[in-house]
């Protein structure tokens, strides 16, 4: 935000509103993703996923950050349309419903969801919703041709590069924060399960063959 914007702000006069909500999309919330994400791998990790939901949780938590990868990369490079409007909201449903499926795989396999790793879930399930409504509200000619079913608008029903592209260099910010921030630690929580069960497997097979060596002498 420049100095002229925040001072019409200060002096209580009229603010782009859609300048100012945008800004905090960009710079606020996307940014602001990341924090409660990795808190939400430490708990993983602090509770020993390994040893309890293993592998299982781990992919559903990869699939819960694909449902909410992918809208956020179409928006950063096409225009809001209906086309894009409906893959946001199918996609905010679908993470709804894997999260709870993710709670339940937590709980069924005696993983401790300590108060502060749910209260962590709350932001994670929360800013996509919030993220939406802001979208929605800066295009709401938008949302109104979804509701017409796209009627009259050519363009309603197929991706659109963006008017005025993201500057490469925010694109590159938000691309190594990714990396980062999901995928290095994700990635090395689902490494750390896969060995944690290759090595639960080699245990067994070593105790089968010891009781059949036992059985046999």
Known sequence: MRRDQAAEI??????DVSDVTTRFLLYGLLPGWFLPG????AMHRR????????????????LMMAEVGVP?????????????????????????????????????????V???EQHIHSFLESLPFGGLASLMCLHADQVRSLLRGGRG???????VPRRRPLSPGYLAAI?????????????????RCRRAARARKRRARAHRAALRRVKGS
């Open 175 to 191: 691309g190594v924060a990714i990396g980062a921030c999901v995928l290095l630690p994700y990635g090395e929580e689902l490494v």
């Open 153 to 159: 608008d050519p363009d309603a029903w197929r991706l």
């Open 114 to 116: 300590k108060p502060v």
């Open 38 to 41: 990795l808190a939400d791998w």
């Open 10 to 15: 200060a002096q209580g006069t009229t603010a």
């Open 72 to 112: 956020i990369a179409l928006t950063l490079r096409y225009e809001v349309n209906p086309l894009l409007l409906s893959v946001q909201l199918g996609a905010a449903a679908v993470h709804e419903a894997t999260a709870l499926w993710d709670v339940r795989t937590a709980v069924d396999s005696d993983r401790e």
């Open 47 to 62: 509770t020993r996923i390994e040893d309890t939901a293993g592998t299982k949780e781990s992919l559903i938590h990869s």
